[in-house]
């Protein structure tokens, strides 16, 4: 078989990666400052649910409907007042990608 044929060009691949570190930055403080209260900074729970199983549970866009829509009384509603579509995004993206 030997290597693929068309290999990433490495400007692309770099810039890939500029664009997701960014996103999950945004995303990591995005939930030390509006979550991490009750979820705890590493996600295991606390006042909230435990996050873990998110990233295997859930779709990206199940996640992100959980946070826009909550379904108990406790977990405050951020959506649209204190996170924009864009930071409900990359909030999601880093609860999936870090807690696991
Ligand atoms: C005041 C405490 C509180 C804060 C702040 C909070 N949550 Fe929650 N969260 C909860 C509780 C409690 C639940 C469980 C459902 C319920 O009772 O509302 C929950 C549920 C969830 C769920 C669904 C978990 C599941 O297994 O279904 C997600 C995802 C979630 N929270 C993400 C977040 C994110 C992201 C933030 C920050 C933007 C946040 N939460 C802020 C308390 C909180």
Not at 53 to 64: A, K, N, V
């Amino acid at each position: 078989m030997g290597s693929p044929a068309f290999p990433p060009a490495p400007r692309t691949r770099q810039l890939a990666v500029d664009i997701f570190s960014e996103d999950m930055q945004a995303g990591q403080q995005l939930y030390a400052e509006n979550c991490a209260a009750c979820h705890n900074a590493d996600g295991t729970g606390g006042i909230g649910a435990n996050l873990h199983h998110i990233g295997t549970t859930t779709s990206l866009r199940q996640t992100e409907s959980l946070i826009k829509n909550p379904i108990g009384v406790v977990m405050p509603r951020f959506y649209p007042a204190t996170l924009s579509d864009v930071q409900v995004r990359q909030v999601s993206e880093y609860l999936r990608t870090t807690f696991h």
